[in-house]
């Protein structure tokens, strides 16, 4: 694992997969306490976890935010791998290099490979799991809405970071007054050759997500994958999400009984980036509940 000091008192390290692929992540605090691995959802960066991150590392934890392949500064893949089982496998490989097992903070695409990862590939592979406004049964309406934005720019893309930010705000209206600065925006989106911008991720991976909708197959995995994880898991959802609704958090918890609950007031499916505060008092809350 190679690492390198960068900003915000961050170390980047750099970290190979089974197929060639090399993830790159953000870690803070020291590597030799409890550890936190933070895997993004679809489209997103490790960025969206700065915050976090960097709170919980210095609250005492082994903080590390995640690249997934084909988003950020991770590798693409020559294939255009990017299935969710090839995600769950990757979070297995990420979580051997901590010291004892890290508590997984998923969020959408991360979430639901780290349910493959606990209940299907590896069970131990994590300590506790921390699922962010995802379920294996979702509202496919919002999941359409979501893959209809990430497929817009797909090929034009942006003629300036101004134009990024107008698109972001047509797309989540309700946050008005927080439009998106050149600052933020650097992090997702990149010059090509042409000048015009486009996002960070492989453009493979919405490609292949064109139709939405999880096989029965993928989702009786999932829910199988579920029912079989012992450890504390926590689903945590906003409550104007137009992904997990009611039906879904009732689907949940009859196939993981165990599992805690709870509801952001005023966040979204961006639950982070809607109320970063209260998602991390949340999650403060339920990693002082896990016994050493």
Avoid: C
């Amino acid at each position: 694992m190679k690492q390198a000091i960068v900003e915000d008192g961050a170390t980047l390290v750099e970290l190979a997969m089974d197929d060639g692929v090399v993830l790159r992540a953000e870690v803070f605090g020291n590597p030799n306490a409890p550890g936190l691995l933070l895997a993004h959802g679809g489209g997103q960066t490790r960025y969206a976890w700065s915050r976090v991150a960097k709170r919980l590392g210095d609250d005492g934890w082994y903080a590390m935010a995640l690249d997934l392949r084909g988003h950020g500064e991770s590798d693409w893949h020559d294939g255009a791998n990017y299935a969710l089982d090839r995600y769950g496998r990757d979070l297995v490989t990420v979580a051997a290099h901590f010291a004892k097992p890290p508590v997984l903070v998923g969020a959408s695409l991360g979430g639901n490979a780290g349910l493959l990862a606990a209940g299907r590939f590896a069970k131990g592979v994590f300590r506790a799991l921390v699922l962010v406004d995802i379920t294996p049964k979702i509202d496919e309406r919002g999941v359409d809405k979501i893959i209809g934005f990430m497929g817009k720019h797909l090929e034009d893309g942006f003629a300036s970071y101004e134009e990024a930010a107008e698109a972001i705000s047509a797309y989540m209206p309700d946050r008005t007054g927080r439009k998106s600065n050149v600052t933020s925006l650097a992090r997702y989106l990149r010059e090509r050759p042409d000048g015009r911008l486009r996002w960070h991720w492989d453009p493979a991976f919405i490609m292949g997500r064109k139709s939405s909708r999880l096989s029965s197959d993928t989702l009786d995995q999932l829910n199988a994958a579920l029912g079989a994880i012992e450890v504390p898991i926590l689903l945590i959802r906003g409550s104007n999400s137009d992904l997990v609704n009611d039906e879904s958090v009732a689907e949940f918890q009859r196939v993981a009984p165990h599992a805690m609950f709870r509801d952001v007031t005023g966040a979204g499916h961006m639950i982070v980036g809607d109320r970063n505060d209260a998602f991390a008092q949340a999650l403060e809350e339920f990693l002082a509940s896990l016994s050493d």
